[in-house]
């Protein structure tokens, strides 16, 4: 399984991105995937998951209501669209896939199988 993660950058507080992660490798039917983030001197930590087969999806509450996780299945591709951005969301982020975690367990970083390369997100105040 390879995952592809794309799309940080830099962007003013207030401003909006959006992450890409291209899978690969296997068909995703049942997994989940979604996304983790670290910021300098500190832990990774969640950020928010989708369930590939129905859609489900669940979130930190530190971006509820500001990040929205998605996923297209024709393209093997998670997206995690960031709005409302805000200083502390700058970290290095990453996706993640797992065949059988499930979402409510993600933010303990339980058995997450796989990860991709990370992306830059600085956001400037």
């Known amino acids: 399984v390879q995952l592809q993660a794309f799309g940080g950058g830099l962007v003013q507080a207030g401003g909006s991105l959006r992450l890409s992660c291209a899978a690969s490798?296997?068909?995703?039917?049942?997994?989940?995937m979604g996304w983790f983030r670290q910021a300098p001197e500190k832990e990774r930590e969640f950020v928010a998951a989708i369930s590939w087969l129905d859609g489900r999806t669940y979130y930190a509450d530190s971006v509820k209501g500001r990040f929205t996780v998605s996923r297209d299945n024709a393209k093997n591709t998670v997206y995690l669209q960031m709005n409302s951005l805000k200083p502390e969301d700058t970290a290095v982020y990453y996706c993640?896939?797992?065949?059988?975690?499930?979402?409510?367990?993600?933010?303990?970083?339980?058995?997450?199988?796989?990860w991709g390369q990370g992306t830059q997100v600085t956001v400037s105040s």
């Open positions: 993640a896939a797992d065949p059988s975690t499930p979402l409510t367990l993600w933010p303990r970083m339980v058995r997450i199988d796989y």
């Open positions: 490798g296997r068909t995703f039917r049942s997994w989940r």
